[in-house]
């Protein structure tokens, strides 16, 4: 299986500050037919389900503010979330969707 | 709007077992595969079983082999997963989510229905 590997496990950061979560899969998520990346974020808030922030490693999902981005290709992938907001406090997974079973990462904590 | 509907999580003996239903609308849903993902208490999110759109093919984790068995209905927009056999490391929430386009990628989730196993 792929194991998608996220850093750090917890990140504090003030109002209005940038965040940056990291994430590292063992394998190469990068289809050579389309040069798509088969990766995503999802945002969990406290008590709720996850929800898709990004997939392709960078499209937002339709309602996803734009103070979240993602980058990077291959097996190394980065979510910035520009300006944090109270709202965005959450635990956020990246997953890799290449191969079959899809697999998450551990989590990363964001906390203000 | 998409909704997710889960239900059937409860507490049961080791050894026993539970099915577990998802409704689901505001799609078209016999045009897309289906999944169930769980998270146990203060941990993070498994996929454990997909289900194709015509419901002819089925993908279970390691974890659940033979254990678990997914399915749907496509003429009532609902998945079911049985679950046999069950042990105490299959306490989580157990989310049915809704597959993208691409399988794997998880555009619509529920909000789960709980399921602990316990003697």
């Known amino acids: 299986d792929t194991v998608m590997t996220q850093s750090p496990d917890s990140l504090a950061v003030s109002l209005g500050e940038r965040a940056t979560i990291n994430c590292k899969s063992s394998?190469?998520?990068?289809?050579?037919?389309?040069?798509?990346?088969?990766f995503a974020w999802y945002q969990q808030k406290p008590g709720q389900p996850p929800s898709l922030l990004l997939y392709?490693?960078?499209t937002r999902e339709s309602g996803v503010p734009d103070r979240f981005s993602g980058s990077g290709s291959g097996t190394d992938f980065t979510l910035t979330i520009n300006a944090v907001q109270a709202e965005d406090v959450a635990i956020y997974y990246c997953?890799?969707?290449?191969?079959?079973?899809?697999?998450f990462g551990q989590g990363t904590k964001l906390e203000i | 709007e998409v909704q997710v509907l889960e239900s059937g999580g409860d507490l049961v003996q080791p050894g026993g077992s539970l099915r577990l239903s998802c409704e689901v609308s505001?799609?078209?849903?016999?045009?897309?595969?289906m999944s169930w993902v769980r998270q146990a208490p203060g941990k993070g999110l498994e996929w454990i079983s997909a289900?194709?759109?015509?419901?002819?093919?089925?993908f279970y984790a390691d974890s659940v082999k033979g254990r678990f068995t997914i399915s749907r209905d496509n003429s009532k927009n609902m998945v079911f997963l049985q679950m046999n056999s069950l042990r105490a490391g299959d306490t989580a929430m157990y989310y049915c989510?809704?597959?993208?386009?691409?399988?794997?990628?998880?555009?619509?989730w529920g909000q789960g229905t709980l399921v602990t196993v316990s003697s």
């Open positions: 289900i194709s759109s015509s419901g002819n093919t089925t």
């Open positions: 394998q190469n998520l990068l289809h050579s037919s389309n040069n798509k990346n088969y």
């Open positions: 505001g799609f078209t849903f016999r045009s897309y595969a």
């Open positions: 997953q890799q969707y290449h191969t079959t079973p899809p697999t």
């Open positions: 392709w490693a960078s």
């Open positions: 989510a809704k597959d993208a386009r691409e399988v794997g990628l998880f555009d619509y």
